[in-house]
């Protein structure tokens, strides 16, 4: 297992859409891991693989829940419900963050690592990032749809404002 180097918001890479995976083996089994050891290198809570200049449909998240390390291979999003706005950032776009409106709820069907079809429903932090990692795999960065920026002034205030 080994840290990859993670793509930057410069890279058009991360615009391109991501083709499915079709064979289950090593290698995939490989990337996973470099994947998940790239995230938690990184502080991450989600990581997809164009973000490593691989066009598959990958995603691997840990939200630091009961899930643990969650891998999705060609996921597709069945259903969404409610909403939620809330902060984002991204590894692919350091230094910044904005406000982002998500599904408060997601179904997500997809393949584990052995190519087993799975389905997995996620709610608040888990559906915000099952939803920021996929769209990750159709070249969409979440400063697309952003409703605004959070600038560092702005997050320095909050802080004051919760001690």
Request: net charge negative; aromatic share 2%.
């Given at each position: 297992m080994s840290i990859r180097n993670?793509?930057?918001?410069?890279?058009?890479?991360?615009?391109?859409h991501s083709r499915p995976v079709t064979r289950f083996d090593d290698r995939l089994h490989r990337l996973l891991d470099d994947m998940a050891d790239t995230m938690y290198d990184a502080n991450g809570v989600g990581l997809a693989a164009p973000?490593?200049?691989?066009?598959?449909?990958?995603?691997v998240i840990d939200v630091g829940d009961e899930h643990g390390l969650i891998?999705?291979?060609?996921?597709?999003?069945?259903?969404?419900e409610g909403t939620q706005e809330g902060?984002?950032?991204?590894?692919?776009?350091?230094?910044?963050?904005?406000?982002?409106?998500?599904p408060?709820?997601?179904?997500?069907s997809f393949q584990d690592r052995y190519g087993n079809p799975q389905e997995l429903?996620?709610?608040?932090?888990?559906?915000?990032?099952?939803m920021h990692e996929t769209d990750h795999l159709k070249g969409?960065?979440?400063v697309d749809i952003m409703e605004r920026e959070?600038?560092?002034?702005?997050?320095?205030?909050?802080?004051?404002?919760e001690q």
């Open positions: 993670i793509v930057h918001i410069e890279d058009d890479l991360l615009r391109k973000q490593v200049a691989v066009l598959r449909q990958i995603v891998e999705l291979i060609n996921p597709q999003i069945l259903e969404t902060p984002e950032g991204c590894l692919s776009v350091p230094g910044r963050r904005g406000i982002v409106v998500r408060s709820r997601v179904k997500v429903v996620g709610e608040d932090l888990l559906a915000r990032c099952i969409q960065l979440y959070i600038f560092e002034d702005e997050e320095e205030d909050e802080e004051e404002e």
